[in-house]
Nanobody, 123 residues
Framework: QLQFVESGGGLVQPGGSLRLSCAAS????????IGWFRQAPGKEREGVSC????????NFADSVKGRFTISRDNAKNTVYLQMNSLKPEDTAIYYC????????????????WGQGTQVTVSS
């Protein structure tokens, strides 16, 4: 069974950091681009960042540039999202997803999704 498990979310104060993990089971991530998306209450799902199988990455959201870093460890079958200098507007459920295509911001192009992890940035 193909499955993603996200972890690392939680409550953090503005300016703090979190590292999200996305661990795959039932398949290898080697041949997939992995994207992180987020969805805040009442808003559409938004692409955050994506990393190709070879390690090159791209940010979809200008608001996270310089603050969020995506990485992957194929040996651990895991992708990470390091989030620094968090802001209240980063509050959302964060999802990871896999596509055999190149990184794109259109979440409809992703085939496998995790269940999401809540990130809340508040004082």
């Amino acid at each position: 069974q193909l499955q993603f498990v996200e972890s690392g979310g939680g409550l953090v104060q503005p300016g703090g950091s979190l590292r999200l993990s996305c661990a795959a089971s039932g398949f290898t991530l080697d041949y997939y681009a992995i994207g992180w998306f987020r969805q805040a209450p009442g808003k559409e799902r938004e692409g955050v960042s994506c990393i190709h199988s070879g390690g090159s990455s791209t940010n979809f959201a200008d608001s996270v540039k310089g603050r969020f870093t995506i990485s992957r460890d194929n040996a651990k079958n895991t992708v990470y999202l390091q989030m620094n200098s968090l802001k209240p507007e980063d509050t959302a459920i964060y999802y990871c997803a896999a596509t055999r295509a190149l990184c794109v911001g259109d979440y409809g192009r992703y085939d496998y999704w995790g269940q999401g992890t809540q990130v809340t940035v508040s004082s």
